[in-house]
Protein backbone atom coordinates (compact mmCIF):
# COMPACT_ATOMS: atom_id res chain seq x y z
CA UNK A 1 0.00 0.00 0.00
CA UNK A 2 1.24 3.37 -1.12
CA UNK A 3 0.32 6.70 0.51
CA UNK A 4 -1.23 7.76 -3.13
CA UNK A 5 -3.38 4.28 -3.42
CA UNK A 6 -4.76 5.40 0.39
CA UNK A 7 -5.53 8.56 -0.75
CA UNK A 8 -7.59 6.75 -3.49
CA UNK A 9 -9.66 4.83 -1.11
CA UNK A 10 -9.50 7.53 1.44
CA UNK A 11 -11.23 9.55 -1.00
CA UNK A 12 -14.26 6.67 -2.03
CA UNK A 13 -14.53 6.21 1.48
CA UNK A 14 -15.52 10.00 2.33
CA UNK A 15 -17.82 9.55 -0.98
CA UNK A 16 -19.65 6.38 0.29
CA UNK A 17 -19.99 8.52 3.82
CA UNK A 18 -21.34 12.10 2.70
CA UNK A 19 -24.78 11.35 2.16
CA UNK A 20 -25.49 9.19 5.05
CA UNK A 21 -23.33 10.39 7.92
CA UNK A 22 -20.88 13.22 8.72
CA UNK A 23 -18.92 11.25 11.74
CA UNK A 24 -18.28 8.71 8.73
CA UNK A 25 -17.12 11.46 6.65
CA UNK A 26 -15.13 13.41 9.54
CA UNK A 27 -13.43 9.62 9.69
CA UNK A 28 -12.71 9.35 5.92
CA UNK A 29 -11.89 13.09 6.35
CA UNK A 30 -9.06 12.35 9.12
CA UNK A 31 -7.79 9.95 7.27
CA UNK A 32 -6.77 11.71 4.59
CA UNK A 33 -5.33 14.09 6.13
CA UNK A 34 -3.01 11.43 7.83
CA UNK A 35 -2.17 9.81 4.91
CA UNK A 36 -1.01 13.26 2.98
CA UNK A 37 1.35 13.98 5.90
CA UNK A 38 2.69 10.74 5.20
CA UNK A 39 2.80 11.11 2.31
CA UNK A 40 4.91 14.10 2.89
CA UNK A 41 6.59 12.16 4.83
CA UNK A 42 7.50 9.73 1.65
CA UNK A 43 7.64 12.45 -0.90
CA UNK A 44 7.93 15.48 0.25
CA UNK A 45 7.56 17.41 -3.31
CA UNK A 46 4.40 15.64 -4.30
CA UNK A 47 3.08 16.76 -1.14
CA UNK A 48 3.97 19.97 -1.33
CA UNK A 49 2.96 20.56 -4.55
CA UNK A 50 -0.46 18.89 -4.09
CA UNK A 51 -1.22 20.83 -0.88
CA UNK A 52 0.08 24.35 -2.57
CA UNK A 53 -2.19 23.99 -6.05
CA UNK A 54 -4.98 22.96 -3.46
CA UNK A 55 -3.90 26.01 -1.50
CA UNK A 56 -3.58 28.68 -4.02
CA UNK A 57 -7.52 27.68 -5.21
CA UNK A 58 -9.30 31.19 -4.57
CA UNK A 59 -12.20 29.29 -3.20
CA UNK A 60 -9.33 28.11 -0.45
CA UNK A 61 -7.60 31.75 0.16
CA UNK A 62 -11.44 33.20 0.71
CA UNK A 63 -12.50 30.19 3.12
CA UNK A 64 -8.96 31.54 5.10
CA UNK A 65 -10.55 35.13 5.03
CA UNK A 66 -14.11 33.52 6.49
CA UNK A 67 -12.06 31.75 9.30
CA UNK A 68 -9.88 34.35 10.42
CA UNK A 69 -13.49 37.05 10.49
CA UNK A 70 -15.19 34.30 12.44
CA UNK A 71 -12.56 34.41 14.80
CA UNK A 72 -12.35 38.00 15.27
CA UNK A 73 -16.27 38.16 15.49
CA UNK A 74 -16.06 35.41 18.08
CA UNK A 75 -13.85 37.57 20.19
CA UNK A 76 -15.88 40.46 19.76
CA UNK A 77 -19.54 39.18 20.28
CA UNK A 78 -21.76 38.86 23.06
CA UNK A 79 -20.58 35.58 24.68
CA UNK A 80 -17.05 34.64 23.43
CA UNK A 81 -16.29 31.67 25.59
CA UNK A 82 -19.59 30.26 23.42
CA UNK A 83 -18.53 31.33 20.32
CA UNK A 84 -15.27 29.99 20.29
CA UNK A 85 -16.31 26.74 21.24
CA UNK A 86 -18.62 26.71 17.42
CA UNK A 87 -15.15 28.33 15.44
CA UNK A 88 -14.47 24.87 14.56
CA UNK A 89 -17.14 24.73 12.60
CA UNK A 90 -15.69 26.85 10.57
CA UNK A 91 -12.37 26.33 10.42
CA UNK A 92 -13.58 22.15 9.21
CA UNK A 93 -14.77 23.93 6.07
CA UNK A 94 -10.92 25.20 5.05
CA UNK A 95 -9.76 21.49 5.97
CA UNK A 96 -12.15 19.75 4.32
CA UNK A 97 -11.94 22.20 1.31
CA UNK A 98 -8.13 21.87 1.28
CA UNK A 99 -8.13 17.88 2.25
CA UNK A 100 -10.04 16.65 -0.43
CA UNK A 101 -8.29 19.35 -3.18
CA UNK A 102 -4.95 17.89 -2.52
CA UNK A 103 -6.04 14.22 -1.97
CA UNK A 104 -7.47 14.55 -5.57
CA UNK A 105 -4.41 15.56 -6.90
CA UNK A 106 -1.95 13.77 -5.24
CA UNK A 107 -4.35 10.41 -5.24
CA UNK A 108 -3.12 7.24 -7.25
CA UNK A 109 -6.57 7.24 -9.37
CA UNK A 110 -10.05 8.45 -7.79
CA UNK A 111 -12.68 6.33 -8.69
CA UNK A 112 -15.75 7.68 -6.19
CA UNK A 113 -18.73 7.84 -8.53
CA UNK A 114 -19.76 4.13 -7.95
CA UNK A 115 -19.41 4.90 -3.70
CA UNK A 116 -21.08 8.21 -3.59
CA UNK A 117 -23.90 6.52 -6.06
CA UNK A 118 -24.15 3.86 -3.26
CA UNK A 119 -24.48 6.03 -0.49
CA UNK A 120 -26.64 8.63 -2.12
CA UNK A 121 -29.04 5.41 -3.27
CA UNK A 122 -29.11 4.19 0.31
CA UNK A 123 -30.11 7.31 1.53
CA UNK A 124 -32.58 7.78 -0.66
CA UNK A 125 -34.16 4.59 -0.36
CA UNK A 126 -34.41 4.59 3.59
CA UNK A 127 -36.33 8.05 3.52
CA UNK A 128 -38.54 6.35 0.69
CA UNK A 129 -39.21 3.65 3.58
CA UNK A 130 -39.76 5.98 6.04
CA UNK A 131 -42.70 8.09 4.48
CA UNK A 132 -44.28 4.83 2.94
CA UNK A 133 -44.82 3.17 5.79
CA UNK A 134 -45.77 5.82 7.88
CA UNK A 135 -48.31 6.15 5.03
CA UNK A 136 -49.43 2.34 4.89
CA UNK A 137 -49.95 2.49 8.48
CA UNK A 138 -52.22 5.40 7.98
CA UNK A 139 -49.86 7.82 10.03
CA UNK A 140 -49.28 10.27 7.59
CA UNK A 141 -46.47 12.29 9.93
CA UNK A 142 -43.16 11.14 8.81
CA UNK A 143 -41.06 13.23 6.34
CA UNK A 144 -38.37 11.08 4.56
CA UNK A 145 -35.65 12.14 5.97
CA UNK A 146 -33.26 8.96 6.31
CA UNK A 147 -30.57 9.54 9.28
CA UNK A 148 -30.53 13.81 9.40
CA UNK A 149 -33.19 16.67 9.95
CA UNK A 150 -35.84 16.65 6.65
CA UNK A 151 -34.15 19.90 5.45
CA UNK A 152 -30.54 18.90 5.24
CA UNK A 153 -31.78 14.80 4.10
CA UNK A 154 -33.32 17.16 1.06
CA UNK A 155 -30.33 19.17 0.70
CA UNK A 156 -28.04 16.15 0.33
CA UNK A 157 -30.64 13.97 -1.74
CA UNK A 158 -31.23 16.83 -3.68
CA UNK A 159 -27.54 17.60 -4.92
CA UNK A 160 -27.38 13.91 -5.57
CA UNK A 161 -30.24 14.34 -8.03
CA UNK A 162 -28.35 16.77 -9.63
CA UNK A 163 -25.72 14.63 -10.08
CA UNK A 164 -27.71 11.29 -11.57
CA UNK A 165 -29.36 14.34 -13.90
CA UNK A 166 -26.10 15.66 -14.93
CA UNK A 167 -24.76 12.21 -15.87
CA UNK A 168 -27.49 11.11 -18.13
CA UNK A 169 -27.19 14.56 -19.93
CA UNK A 170 -23.82 13.73 -21.01
CA UNK A 171 -23.39 11.06 -24.06
CA UNK A 172 -20.66 8.16 -23.82
CA UNK A 173 -21.79 6.22 -20.90
CA UNK A 174 -22.37 2.68 -21.04
CA UNK A 175 -25.98 1.36 -20.81
CA UNK A 176 -25.85 -0.10 -17.93
CA UNK A 177 -25.08 2.71 -16.08
CA UNK A 178 -26.96 4.65 -17.90
CA UNK A 179 -29.80 2.75 -16.48
CA UNK A 180 -28.72 2.54 -12.92
CA UNK A 181 -27.96 6.49 -13.17
CA UNK A 182 -31.72 7.01 -14.30
CA UNK A 183 -32.88 4.49 -11.30
CA UNK A 184 -31.40 6.57 -8.71
CA UNK A 185 -32.36 9.69 -10.29
CA UNK A 186 -36.10 8.06 -9.99
CA UNK A 187 -35.69 7.21 -6.37
CA UNK A 188 -33.74 11.02 -5.38
CA UNK A 189 -36.62 12.27 -7.23
CA UNK A 190 -39.08 10.43 -4.99
CA UNK A 191 -36.68 10.65 -1.86
CA UNK A 192 -36.85 14.54 -2.52
CA UNK A 193 -40.69 15.04 -2.75
CA UNK A 194 -41.59 12.50 0.29
CA UNK A 195 -39.05 15.02 2.05
CA UNK A 196 -41.71 17.90 1.91
CA UNK A 197 -38.91 20.58 1.75
CA UNK A 198 -39.79 23.38 -0.82
CA UNK A 199 -36.43 24.91 -0.46
CA UNK A 200 -34.76 22.37 -1.84
CA UNK A 201 -37.48 22.18 -4.54
CA UNK A 202 -37.05 25.85 -5.11
CA UNK A 203 -32.95 25.19 -5.75
CA UNK A 204 -33.62 22.46 -8.43
CA UNK A 205 -35.32 24.66 -10.45
CA UNK A 206 -32.57 27.42 -10.10
CA UNK A 207 -30.11 24.88 -11.22
CA UNK A 208 -32.13 23.89 -14.50
CA UNK A 209 -32.24 27.53 -15.25
CA UNK A 210 -28.34 27.45 -15.00
CA UNK A 211 -28.19 24.73 -16.92
CA UNK A 212 -30.43 27.13 -19.36
CA UNK A 213 -27.49 29.64 -19.15
CA UNK A 214 -25.04 27.61 -19.64
CA UNK A 215 -26.20 25.47 -23.06
CA UNK A 216 -28.98 26.51 -25.48
CA UNK A 217 -30.41 22.97 -26.01
CA UNK A 218 -31.35 22.96 -22.06
CA UNK A 219 -34.03 25.49 -22.90
CA UNK A 220 -35.75 23.25 -25.30
CA UNK A 221 -36.92 21.14 -22.40
CA UNK A 222 -38.62 23.90 -20.93
CA UNK A 223 -42.09 22.90 -21.47
CA UNK A 224 -40.81 19.43 -20.24
CA UNK A 225 -39.30 21.29 -16.71
CA UNK A 226 -42.67 23.22 -16.60
CA UNK A 227 -45.26 19.85 -16.71
CA UNK A 228 -42.69 17.93 -14.24
CA UNK A 229 -42.55 20.76 -11.78
CA UNK A 230 -46.11 21.05 -12.38
CA UNK A 231 -47.16 17.97 -11.13
CA UNK A 232 -44.81 17.60 -8.60
CA UNK A 233 -47.07 20.70 -6.77
CA UNK A 234 -49.95 19.08 -7.82
CA UNK A 235 -49.30 15.69 -6.08
CA UNK A 236 -48.21 17.61 -3.56
CA UNK A 237 -51.06 19.23 -2.88
CA UNK A 238 -52.90 16.29 -2.38
CA UNK A 239 -50.44 13.93 -0.62
CA UNK A 240 -50.54 13.82 3.53
CA UNK A 241 -48.15 16.58 3.96
CA UNK A 242 -48.97 17.60 7.69
CA UNK A 243 -49.57 21.03 7.18
CA UNK A 244 -46.54 21.24 4.63
CA UNK A 245 -48.50 22.20 1.43
CA UNK A 246 -47.78 24.74 -1.17
CA UNK A 247 -50.67 26.63 -0.65
CA UNK A 248 -49.86 27.46 3.10
CA UNK A 249 -47.04 29.60 1.87
CA UNK A 250 -49.67 32.30 0.92
CA UNK A 251 -51.97 31.40 4.06
CA UNK A 252 -52.92 34.99 6.06
CA UNK A 253 -53.21 32.35 9.14
CA UNK A 254 -49.82 33.67 11.10
CA UNK A 255 -50.11 29.90 12.53
CA UNK A 256 -49.71 27.67 9.53
CA UNK A 257 -47.92 30.22 7.09
CA UNK A 258 -44.00 29.57 7.16
CA UNK A 259 -43.50 32.84 4.89
CA UNK A 260 -44.38 34.67 7.82
CA UNK A 261 -42.39 33.07 10.05
CA UNK A 262 -39.67 33.35 7.71
CA UNK A 263 -40.54 37.06 7.82
CA UNK A 264 -40.10 37.30 11.23
CA UNK A 265 -36.83 35.88 11.90
CA UNK A 266 -34.96 37.86 8.70
CA UNK A 267 -36.52 40.98 10.73
CA UNK A 268 -34.47 39.93 14.29
CA UNK A 269 -31.48 39.21 11.73
CA UNK A 270 -31.88 42.65 10.46
CA UNK A 271 -32.26 44.08 13.82
CA UNK A 272 -29.75 42.70 15.32
CA UNK A 273 -27.25 43.62 12.58
CA UNK A 274 -28.15 47.27 12.65
CA UNK A 275 -27.14 47.48 16.44
CA UNK A 276 -23.63 45.61 15.70
CA UNK A 277 -22.93 46.13 12.48
CA UNK A 278 -19.41 45.53 12.83
CA UNK A 279 -18.62 41.82 14.40
CA UNK A 280 -22.49 40.88 15.01
CA UNK A 281 -23.36 38.79 18.13
CA UNK A 282 -20.61 36.39 17.60
CA UNK A 283 -21.21 32.89 15.88
CA UNK A 284 -24.03 30.99 17.46
CA UNK A 285 -25.48 34.32 19.33
CA UNK A 286 -28.37 34.38 17.19
CA UNK A 287 -29.94 32.29 19.48
CA UNK A 288 -29.35 33.78 22.68
CA UNK A 289 -30.45 37.25 20.87
CA UNK A 290 -33.45 35.92 19.68
CA UNK A 291 -36.32 36.55 23.01
CA UNK A 292 -34.56 40.37 23.33
CA UNK A 293 -35.61 41.37 19.77
CA UNK A 294 -39.08 39.02 19.10
CA UNK A 295 -40.27 38.12 22.64
CA UNK A 296 -43.89 36.58 21.16
CA UNK A 297 -43.20 33.05 20.23
CA UNK A 298 -43.18 31.52 16.43
CA UNK A 299 -44.97 29.01 15.56
CA UNK A 300 -44.96 27.71 19.28
CA UNK A 301 -41.11 28.54 19.48
CA UNK A 302 -40.37 31.14 21.78
CA UNK A 303 -36.59 30.67 20.62
CA UNK A 304 -35.00 29.96 17.31
CA UNK A 305 -31.22 28.85 16.60
CA UNK A 306 -31.15 30.48 13.27
CA UNK A 307 -32.49 33.06 11.02
CA UNK A 308 -33.79 30.40 7.85
CA UNK A 309 -31.74 32.68 5.59
CA UNK A 310 -27.74 31.90 5.92
CA UNK A 311 -27.01 35.54 4.40
CA UNK A 312 -28.95 37.31 6.90
CA UNK A 313 -27.90 34.69 9.64
CA UNK A 314 -24.27 35.14 9.02
CA UNK A 315 -25.16 39.01 9.06
CA UNK A 316 -26.49 39.55 12.40
CA UNK A 317 -23.51 37.15 13.69
CA UNK A 318 -20.25 38.35 12.02
CA UNK A 319 -21.57 41.33 10.40
CA UNK A 320 -21.28 43.30 7.91
CA UNK A 321 -17.64 41.90 7.17
CA UNK A 322 -18.70 38.37 7.42
CA UNK A 323 -21.33 38.48 5.37
CA UNK A 324 -19.40 40.47 2.25
CA UNK A 325 -16.28 37.84 2.59
CA UNK A 326 -19.57 34.89 2.59
CA UNK A 327 -20.83 36.47 -0.79
CA UNK A 328 -17.04 36.37 -1.58
CA UNK A 329 -16.65 33.06 -1.06
CA UNK A 330 -19.91 31.81 -2.47
CA UNK A 331 -18.71 33.82 -5.60
CA UNK A 332 -15.42 32.71 -6.26
CA UNK A 333 -17.69 29.19 -6.15
CA UNK A 334 -20.00 30.21 -8.42
CA UNK A 335 -17.48 31.72 -10.89
CA UNK A 336 -15.00 28.52 -10.51
CA UNK A 337 -18.06 26.68 -11.12
CA UNK A 338 -19.27 28.54 -13.91
CA UNK A 339 -15.59 28.23 -16.10
CA UNK A 340 -15.14 24.63 -15.78
CA UNK A 341 -18.39 23.97 -17.12
CA UNK A 342 -17.47 26.38 -20.37
CA UNK A 343 -14.07 24.67 -20.21
CA UNK A 344 -14.54 20.77 -19.56
CA UNK A 345 -17.80 20.39 -20.61
CA UNK A 346 -17.98 16.83 -18.92
CA UNK A 347 -21.03 15.32 -16.16
CA UNK A 348 -18.53 16.49 -13.56
CA UNK A 349 -18.16 19.82 -14.85
CA UNK A 350 -22.21 20.41 -15.12
CA UNK A 351 -22.82 18.54 -11.96
CA UNK A 352 -20.46 21.37 -10.26
CA UNK A 353 -22.35 24.20 -12.07
CA UNK A 354 -25.80 23.25 -11.00
CA UNK A 355 -24.98 22.38 -7.54
CA UNK A 356 -23.69 25.70 -7.03
CA UNK A 357 -26.95 27.56 -8.16
CA UNK A 358 -28.67 25.40 -6.35
CA UNK A 359 -26.82 25.52 -3.17
CA UNK A 360 -26.86 29.20 -3.23
CA UNK A 361 -30.44 29.05 -3.11
CA UNK A 362 -31.13 26.45 -0.87
CA UNK A 363 -29.34 29.18 1.57
CA UNK A 364 -32.12 31.44 0.99
CA UNK A 365 -34.59 29.74 3.59
CA UNK A 366 -32.17 28.06 5.30
CA UNK A 367 -28.65 27.22 6.64
CA UNK A 368 -26.95 24.70 4.00
CA UNK A 369 -23.71 26.34 4.32
CA UNK A 370 -23.31 25.89 8.35
CA UNK A 371 -24.97 22.35 7.85
CA UNK A 372 -21.43 20.49 7.85
CA UNK A 373 -22.29 17.27 6.12
CA UNK A 374 -24.60 19.25 3.41
CA UNK A 375 -21.58 21.65 3.41
CA UNK A 376 -18.42 19.22 2.85
CA UNK A 377 -20.31 17.32 0.08
CA UNK A 378 -20.93 20.17 -1.70
CA UNK A 379 -17.80 20.70 -0.98
CA UNK A 380 -16.56 17.15 -2.74
CA UNK A 381 -18.69 17.88 -5.80
CA UNK A 382 -17.60 21.15 -6.63
CA UNK A 383 -13.37 19.78 -6.65
CA UNK A 384 -14.25 16.89 -8.57
CA UNK A 385 -16.13 19.15 -11.40
CA UNK A 386 -14.68 22.57 -11.12
CA UNK A 387 -11.24 22.05 -8.61
CA UNK A 388 -7.61 21.22 -9.53
CA UNK A 389 -7.82 17.81 -12.68
CA UNK A 390 -6.47 14.97 -10.37
CA UNK A 391 -3.27 13.23 -12.18
CA UNK A 392 -5.05 10.34 -13.31
CA UNK A 393 -9.13 10.12 -13.44
CA UNK A 394 -10.81 6.94 -12.84
CA UNK A 395 -14.53 8.38 -12.49
Known sequence: MTPRRALSLGLAALAAALPLSIAGANAALAAISLVLVWLFASDRRAALNALGEAARSPVFLALTAYVAWSLIASLAGLDPEASLRLWPKDLHKAWAFLAIGAALLAADGVSVATPLAAGLGLHAAVGVYQAAADWIGGEARVRAHGFLHPVSYAEVVGLGLLGAAAYLARPGAAPGRRRAAAVLLALLAAALVLSQTRAVLVAAAAAYGAACLLEARWRRHALAALLILAGVVAFWEVMPTAGRSLRNLFSRDGATSPHRSRLALWDVALRVARDRPLTGVGPGR?????????????????????????????????????????????????????????????????????????????NLTEVAWQTEQVATLFFLLWQLGAGARPAREIL
Open 286 to 362: YRESFERYHPEKIDGEGTWGNAHNVYLHQLAERGVPGLLILLAALGTLLLGAWRAERARGDAWSLWAATATAAFLVM
